[in-house]
T-cell receptor
Framework: AQKVTQAQTEISVVEKEDVTLDCVYETRDTTYYLFWYKQPPSGELVFLIRRNSFDEQNEISGRYSWNFQKSTSSFNFTITASQVVDSAVYFCALSEGVDSSYKLIFGSGTRLLVRP | GAGVSQSPRYKVAKRGQDVALRCDPISGHVSLFWYQQALGQGPEFLTYFQNEAQLDKSGLPSDRFFAERPEGSVSTLKIQRTQQEDSAVYLC????????????FGNGTRLTVT
């Protein structure tokens, strides 16, 4: 069965520290997609990244980077030099196959608090 | 506005009442989704529309939940005879294309059933 686990419920760091948010997924499909979303206090989910199962290249976007490792079924997210504005709940999500790739399965989220 | 708009922002209903939650997607977006987010949890898929066609309603938790999008734009999620376990934030999202494109989420409607 498909599942996304974010074991870290809450993380607190001081501004400028680096922080890594863990995501472990389970799926039987060979074709799947992994996502990260940010949910600030206002409530809307903001799309950060989408990766497909055939592309294991790590990605960097500014202070954000993602490490995708199929061998450990993990898709971890690192924020470098964290800022107070990074404080939010972060969700990792999975979608499977081609026909149901629109249906996201979310983890329970990691609340990140960045203190000044 | 440029984003997905949901109303009301908050809704309190007494157990047994019917409620209707509205979603205005981004203009021109073909796909529309409803998700349910319980407190402290990730969102869970409810249903998916492509234009006016409801292509997947597998996530609706019971037959008390009904969604429609009659003209392929605005959507309404209706919950009949609300129960306490229906208390959650209901998120609407839209995307531009039939194939994959990023989901744009609204701020959600927080439903509290007393």
């Amino acid at each position: 069965a498909q599942k996304v686990t974010q074991a870290q419920t809450e993380i607190s760091v001081v501004e400028k520290e680096d922080v890594t948010l863990d995501c472990v997924y389970e799926t039987r499909d060979t074709t799947y997609y992994l996502f990260w979303y940010k949910q600030p206090p206002s409530g809307e989910l903001v799309f950060l990244i989408r990766r497909n199962s055939f592309d294991e290249q790590n990605e960097i976007s500014g202070r954000y980077s993602w490490n995708f490792q199929k061998s450990t079924s993990s898709f971890n997210f690192t924020i470098t030099a964290s800022q107070v504005v990074d404080s939010a709940v972060y969700f990792c999500a999975l979608s499977e196959g081609v026909d149901s790739s629109y249906k996201l399965i979310f983890g329970s989220g990691t609340r990140l608090l960045v203190r000044p | 506005g440029a984003g997905v708009s949901q109303s009301p922002r908050y809704k309190v209903a007494k157990r047994g009442q019917d409620v209707a939650l509205r979603c205005d997607p981004i203009s021109g977006h073909v796909s529309l989704f409803w998700y349910q987010q319980a407190l402290g949890q990730g969102p869970e898929f409810l249903t998916y529309f492509q234009n006016e066609a409801q292509l997947d309603k597998s996530g609706l938790p019971s037959d008390r939940f009904f969604a429609e999008r009659p003209e392929g734009s605005v959507s309404t999620l209706k919950i009949q005879r609300t129960q306490q376990e229906d208390s959650a934030v209901y998120l609407c999202a839209s995307s531009l294309e039939r194939g994959w494109s990023p989901l744009h989420f609204g701020n959600g409607t927080r439903l509290t059933v007393t």
